[in-house]
């Protein structure tokens, strides 16, 4: 294991898509490590996610497919590090939206890749687990199977590790690894048709909870998990570019991956109180129903595995809903700082 301290405080990381679910928890453990965090997405989706209670300082809301401003913004700071978390990032609105989808994904990780090219940067570009071609059979899918993609936003994401394959082979710049992980649950995500963000909703409401696919099975790992396997992984990149330029894989180990029905039940025991119905509909729209990921790559190069199981996951993540408005940036600081432990 590194000693996150060591690569990250005082170094410059341009962090794309800083104010998503993901990008802000990254941003706000970068900022514990007390790394020089330049942020570029567009402005917040919603409130009360984790960049509403801690945001970098230095901060562009912009568009990734605009390229001047984002080739400027990558110029000027000389980032030691870019993690490319921006992106168009859900299945459901990449069918309402297929072709924005692979503008935002594809074109956007070229822009991003392009901008660094003359650069001396160790670039992570975030994929997803969907970039496999899913055979819908009980196989944990490893970092060299075929890639695929069914649904627009799948597809997009397979293009963009392309992207990152051909930018590796014909440039200067070798260190850039790409990274796919799973479903991802923890506090401060308000997304439209994500799990959490419907359980917390109904909850609240005191309504029922509606559970569109109850029987798939997903990798659901706490968002910490991956984005300290992003950094581990970027230490490691910068010290040895030729040995973990690549992709990898990081989810929870085989035996925790549950059922969306498991995930609903044991969230409405931490809640309190609570209920959920099947609202499957026949003839809805294609989601994968079984995704298991390998993570046995990260675990030997990396030094790296999950800290918490899925149900301490299911616990962080609603006990993290339940804090108070003016309590949420020092919780989201705590559990941070106690995952780091
Ligand atoms: N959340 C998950 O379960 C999950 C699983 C696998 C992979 N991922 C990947 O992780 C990354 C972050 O996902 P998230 O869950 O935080 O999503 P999110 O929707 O919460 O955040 C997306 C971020 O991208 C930015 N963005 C979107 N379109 C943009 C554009 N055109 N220009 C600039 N910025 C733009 C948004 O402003 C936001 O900051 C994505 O690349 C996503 O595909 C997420």
Not at 71 to 95: C, G, M, N, W
Not at 251 to 276: F, M
Request: glycine letters at 6%; hydrophobic letters at 40%.
């Amino acid at each position: 294991m590194v000693r996150l301290q060591d690569f990250y405080t005082n170094k410059k990381v341009f962090l794309t898509g800083h104010t998503g679910f993901k990008g802000a928890w990254m941003a706000a453990w970068l900022q514990q490590l007390g790394a020089i965090v330049k942020g570029y997405a567009l402005p917040p989706e919603y409130d009360n996610g984790v960049y509403d209670y801690i945001r970098p300082a230095d901060s562009i809301l912009d568009d990734i497919r605009n390229k001047a401003a984002l080739q400027t913004a990558i110029k000027e700071f000389q980032p030691d590090f870019i993690f490319h978390l921006a992106a168009q990032p859900l299945v459901r609105r990449s069918y309402e939206i297929p072709a924005e989808t692979f503008d935002v994904n594809v074109t956007g990780t070229a822009n991003v890749l392009e901008a660094a090219n003359n650069l001396k940067c160790t670039i992570v570009i975030i994929t997803t687990d969907k970039v496999y071609e899913n055979k819908e059979q009980d196989i944990l899918y490893k970092e060299g199977d075929a890639l695929g993609g069914y649904d627009p936003y799948s597809a997009s994401k397979a293009c963009a590790e392309l992207v990152v394959s051909s930018f590796r082979n014909s440039f200067n710049n070798k260190a850039i690894a790409s990274v796919r992980a799973g479903n991802v649950i923890g506090g401060g995500d308000w997304n439209k048709d994500r799990i959490i963000p419907d359980i917390v909703r109904a909850l609240s409401n005191e309504q029922v909870i509606e559970v569109r696919n109850p029987v798939s099975v997903r990798p659901w790992q706490h968002v910490l998990e991956p984005i300290g396997g992003y950094l581990q992984l970027g230490a490691l990149l910068q010290q040895d570019p030729a040995k973990y330029a690549k992709a990898y894989n990081f989810g929870p180990v085989a035996e925790d991956h549950l059922t969306v029905k498991e995930l609903v039940e044991k969230a409405i025991s931490i809640w309190g109180n609570g209920q959920w119905k099947d609202a499957s509909k026949p003839g809805q729209l294609h989601e994968a129903t079984l995704l298991k990921l390998d993570i046995s790559l990260a675990k030997e190069e990396l030094q790296w595995r999950p800290k918490l199981n899925a149900a301490q996951a299911i616990e962080w993540t609603i006990n993290w809903y339940k804090q108070p408005a003016n309590n949420r940036q020092a919780y989201t600081i705590q559990q941070i700082n106690e995952y780091m432990q």
